[in-house]
């Protein structure tokens, strides 16, 4: 193969993976925009409620200071580490 179209097949190369990162890049924004409003949604509610008998629980803390199980189980659904 020549230099000349191996130069050629690299810049086509470079234009996909330029193009992929674009798109990498778009839905990283995406994603990032839709985490902050669920954070806001979050923490907008989470100032309306009780700060000790939240989810319905019996304000009851375990030994690690967390509220109840049940509770604990239903945030790890909706906000996982």
Not at 33 to 46: E, F, I, K, V, W
């Amino acid at each position: 193969m020549s230099l000349a179209a191996e130069a050629a097949l690299l810049e086509a190369h470079l234009r996909l993976l330029q193009e992929a990162i674009d798109a990498v890049d778009a839905r990283i924004k995406a994603v990032s925009d839709a985490l902050r409003l669920l954070r806001g949604t979050s923490s907008a509610s989470a100032q309306g409620t009780d700060s000790e008998n939240h989810c319905g629980s019996s304000g009851r803390k375990d030994a690690d200071g967390l509220a109840d199980d049940a509770c604990r189980k239903a945030a790890e659904r909706f906000m996982p580490c």
